[in-house]
């Protein structure tokens, strides 16, 4: 029987309401006889019998306030735990879980506002996720920019040289008009070779370019790895 009780005193907002008021107006009415028994038969008093019914209401009246309202502080705490379990998922605190402790439309609520409190604090673990992948990138995209700038000032500088050795011989053939034919042609030949060696460097630089690209196509071949090792050592 308590337990049909509870599961009834639990599973409706209204029933929950109804049984409470019954519970008030039972206990209101239990004091109500008892003081119109006192007031006719224990405590006689010259008071007409308007006035006895009338103390006996508004005493019982209070009674049946009291009583409700004792009954219904359950549920009215309970109502003050969803509202601060929802003003703290409202400030960023996803880790609330309400405690359901009733079937009713108040437990749906709770039951919600946890659901909602998963909810969002795995959209907050997913765009930490998010967050990291973009700094990951980020660094990575910075890294690339760095290696990248200094890739430029090693290839400008190993291409000045050559290029400076080149400018120089060509000057002072261009301007030493002094120089005797084999001069001039050793000169000229050392500018010469600085030139290919350039060529080749400007070569190297372009096929670097091409590699770095994502959308080259490789030719692949089979190949006699032994033979490879051996010609490699």
Request: proline share 1%; net charge neutral; aromatic share 10%.
């Given at each position: 029987?308590?337990?049909?009780l509870?599961?009834?005193?639990?599973?409706?907002?209204?029933?929950?309401?109804?049984?409470?008021?019954?519970?008030?107006?039972?206990v209101?009415?239990?004091?109500?006889s008892?003081?119109?028994?006192?007031?006719?038969?224990?405590i006689?008093?010259?008071?007409?019998?308007?006035?006895r019914?009338?103390?006996?209401?508004?005493?019982s009246?209070?009674?049946?306030?009291?009583?409700?309202?004792?009954?219904?502080?359950?549920?009215?705490?309970?109502i003050?735990?969803?509202?601060?379990?929802?003003?703290?998922?409202t400030?960023?605190n996803?880790g609330?879980?309400?405690?359901?402790?009733?079937?009713?439309?108040?437990?749906?609520?709770?039951?919600?506002?946890?659901v909602?409190?998963?909810?969002?604090?795995a959209k907050?673990?997913?765009?930490e996720?998010?967050?990291?992948?973009?700094?990951?990138?980020?660094?990575?995209?910075?890294?690339?920019?760095?290696?990248?700038?200094e890739?430029?000032?090693?290839v400008a500088?190993?291409?000045?040289?050559p290029?400076?050795?080149?400018?120089g011989?060509?000057e002072?053939?261009?301007?030493?008009?002094?120089?005797?034919k084999?001069?001039?042609?050793?000169?000229?030949?050392?500018?010469?070779?600085?030139?290919i060696?350039?060529?080749?460097?400007?070569?190297?630089?372009?096929?670097?370019?091409?590699l770095?690209n994502?959308?080259i196509?490789?030719?692949?071949?089979?190949?006699?790895?032994?033979?490879l090792?051996m010609?490699m050592?």
């Open positions: 029987m308590m337990q049909k509870r599961k009834l005193f639990i599973s409706s907002f209204k029933w929950r309401l109804l049984i409470n008021i019954t519970l008030s107006y039972l209101a009415f239990l004091i109500y008892i003081l119109g028994i006192v007031f006719d038969r224990i006689p008093i010259a008071v007409p019998n308007e006035m019914y009338a103390l006996c209401y508004a005493i009246f209070i009674v049946f306030v009291e009583i409700f309202f004792k009954l219904i502080d359950f549920t009215i705490e309970y003050r735990k969803l509202r601060r379990s929802i003003q703290q998922v400030s960023g996803y609330v879980q309400c405690d359901v402790e009733y079937d009713d439309e108040l437990g749906s609520l709770a039951a919600n506002i946890n909602l409190s998963k909810t969002l604090l907050e673990k997913e765009s996720k998010l967050k990291e992948k973009e700094r990951a990138a980020l660094d990575i995209e910075r890294n690339a920019e760095r290696q990248k700038n890739l430029i000032t090693n500088h190993d291409l000045r040289t290029l400076t050795t080149i400018v011989y060509l002072l053939i261009k301007d030493d008009t002094a120089l005797s084999e001069d001039v042609h050793k000169y000229s030949g050392i500018a010469y070779e600085k030139s060696r350039l060529q080749e460097m400007m070569d190297d630089l372009f096929e670097f370019t091409k770095d994502a959308d196509k490789l030719n692949k071949s089979m190949i006699n790895l032994s033979g090792i010609q050592t």
